[in-house]
Every structure is written in structure tokens, then in C-alpha cells.
DNA sequence: AGCGGTCAAGTTGAT
DNA sequence: ATCAACTTGACCGCT
């Protein structure tokens, strides 16, 4: 069966997650900081509770958790512990609780940091930045028992084979909390199925096949060969990424994320697999919402 | 309530 | 040189 993903947010239903600015944040006095901090993680924590059960009674299998739910977590300057921030004892309580929530309620839960966390770079600063995020991703993906981060794979810095040896060096960085959950992901720009399923092969890491950017992107491969292939880097459900272009006329507005899914990008290899596709869609629940029915019509079990 | 300027972070390629 | 894209426009001060 299928299990649909939405991505991080709600375009209709008022469930919202709320964020921090760090101009803003680092103007207030260390305990009004505090506070404010406490206020957005204990809101974010209930929201993705309300989240968990509108996936649940909605035909939707997966949540990707934003990855500023506990907002400014990693910051150079604003870096804070959950514990030390007032109730934060129970505000850990409460996302231990959207864990117990998603196993009962049979919903895989997702993380997939934002563009600056790459394994690839040179510059040591900005690997360690990236360490310390997927470290915080793993250990709230710990509390509500996610079981992927997917990155990509960062820059190529005109020198793709070293950049792979990098991100394999700095695999060994990690603790076995993110190393259990890391997945990486073909992009639009630098890194292909080809390059990364070796990659993922050779450091026994899960590849997750977005076909949208294998379009952008192609690489020789087809994308019967792509998802076999990505298949046998899992060793439990396969991760895979579904968008569809704005239509535009310009070439390069093919990559801009569409409202909604056409049904006709759906790989029809697709169809009968037992995998999570993270829909990546503007309209998001409104947009699985109308793929579920799609699906329905030409007969592909959704759960 | 609504508006506009602004926001932590890396890298690439189109313009 | 600037800007948009990348999983996601949201926050905040001002009126």
C-alpha cells in the first residue's frame, strides 16, 4: 500500500507552527527569552498533536515534522536546552506524547532539514552547524519516534567525488541517533540518483528517490531502474518524494512546486509498491486530499 | 487587523 | 551583481 506524506504544514486546516526571529529573540532580556522560547516550543508541541490525529483521520500515513519546531534550537548565540527553559520538563512530556500519539495511530513521522545542513562542505564551521542541526532533529525525532532525516547532498564545489569523500568522513561525526535516521536525497541541481546510490550503498544509508528532481535532473537512469534500486537501500519502508511543476513556459520555472499533484506525474511503477511518498505540494492537504481521490479512481491502494 | 521590511545558516545557476 | 530556489513565508514593529 501507499502511504501519502504531508509536508510540515496546513494550507486550510488551522493548525499552525510558530517560529522565532533571532533579531528579535536576542533583544529580549535572557528570561523574557526564556519564556518566549517555552511559549512557541509548548504551542508547536500541541499543534503537531492536532497535526498527528488530522493525518490519522484524513487518509494521510505520514507527517513531515519543520524543522524549526523547537525554533532557534541550534543557534550560534541563542542555542538553548529544552530543560532549561520554563516547563521544559513537560514540554518534552508533551512530544514524547505526539510520539505515543503517532504509534497509536499508525503514523510515520518525518524530519528534512533546510538547506544549510550539508555534510559536503570544506569549511569546517559550517559542517559542525550542520552536526549540531541533525543532532537536535534526532534527538526530538527520539521523543516522537521519527525515523528518517533526509538531507541533501550540499554542494559539489566543481569537485563532485570529493565532496561525497567529505560527506563520507563526516558520517563518522554523527551519533548513531542520526546515523540510524540519516537519508540523503537527489536534488535539481548537483547531486543524481547515479551519484548517490553508490554513495548510499558504500555507508549503508537509506536513498530517497524524488522523481520530480530525476526529471530536472536526469542522469541516465530510468525511473523503473531509480526506484528499484532506491528500494534496496531500505531496509524498512522506502522514503520517496512526489511534486509536480507550476506550469510556466519558461524552462526553468519547471522546477517551481505546483498547488497540487498531477496525477499523471505519479509513476505508474509506483502503483502496488509498499512505500511513504512525501507529497511536496503548495496546496498540501488540500493536494493529497484531491490525489487520494485520483489514486482511488484508477485503483491504487492508499492507507 | 493589515502592511511592509526583514529574517541564522550554503550553494548553485539563471538573469 | 542580484536573486530565487531549496521541504515551509512567517515574524514583528508599526500604523
Not at 53 to 78: E, M, W
Not at 124 to 140: F, G, H, M
Request: aromatic share 8%; charged share 25%.
Amino acid at each position: 500500500m501507499i502511504r501519502l506524506g504531508l509536508c510540515c504544514k496546513f494550507a486550510a486546516e488551522p493548525i499552525k507552527f510558530f517560529t522565532a526571529t533571532a533579531l528579535h529573540a536576542g533583544r529580549l532580556s535572557p528570561a523574557a527569552r526564556r519564556a518566549k522560547l517555552a511559549g512557541l516550543c509548548r504551542a508547536n508541541a500541541a499543534a503537531l498533536m492536532r497535526a498527528i490525529d488530522y493525518c490519522a483521520d484524513n487518509g494521510i500515513g505520514c507527517f513531515r515534522v519543520n524543522s524549526q519546531v523547537l525554533p532557534l534550537k541550534t543557534h550560534p548565540a541563542l542555542a538553548y536546552e529544552l530543560k532549561d527553559l520554563p516547563g521544559g520538563a513537560e514540554i518534552v512530556k508533551m512530544f514524547r506524547s505526539c510520539g505515543a500519539l503517532a504509534r497509536r495511530r499508525g503514523l510515520r513521522l518525518t524530519f528534512h532539514p533546510d538547506q544549510f545542513v550539508l555534510l559536503s562542505s570544506a569549511k569546517e564551521a559550517v559542517t559542525a552547524a550542520s552536526i549540531r542541526e541533525l543532532e537536535y532533529q534526532a534527538q526530538v525525532s527520539g521523543w516522537i519516534g521519527a525515523d528518517v532525516i533526509t538531507i541533501h547532498g550540499g554542494g559539489a564545489y566543481g569537485d563532485k567525488a570529493s565532496a561525497l569523500a567529505r560527506t563520507a568522513k563526516a558520517l563518522g561525526r554523527l551519533s548513531s541517533a542520526v546515523r540510524s535516521r540519516l537519508a540523503f536525497e537527489n536534488d535539481d541541481r548537483v547531486y543524481t540518483p547515479a551519484d548517490l546510490l553508490p554513495f548510499c550503498l558504500a555507508n549503508e544509508l537509506p536513498f530517497v528517490y524524488d522523481v520530480h528532481h530525476h526529471r530536472c535532473l536526469p542522469d541516465g537512469l530510468s525511473l523503473g531502474q531509480v526506484t528499484r534500486l532506491a528500494i534496496g537501500t531500505w531496509g524498512r519502508e522506502p522514503l520517496f518524494h512526489l511534486s509536480s511543476p507550476r506550469t510556466g513556459r519558461k524552462a526553468a520555472e519547471a522546477r517551481y512546486h505546483h498547488d497540487f499533484i498531477d496525477i499523471r506525474d505519479f509513476p505508474a511503477c509506483w502503483r502496488g509498491l509498499d512505500i511513504t511518498v512525501e507529497v511536496e505540494a503548495k496546496a498540501k492537504e488540500l493536494a493529497i486530499k484531491r490525489l487520494l481521490t485520483q489514486m482511488s479512481k484508477i485503483g491504487v491502494v492508499v492507507r
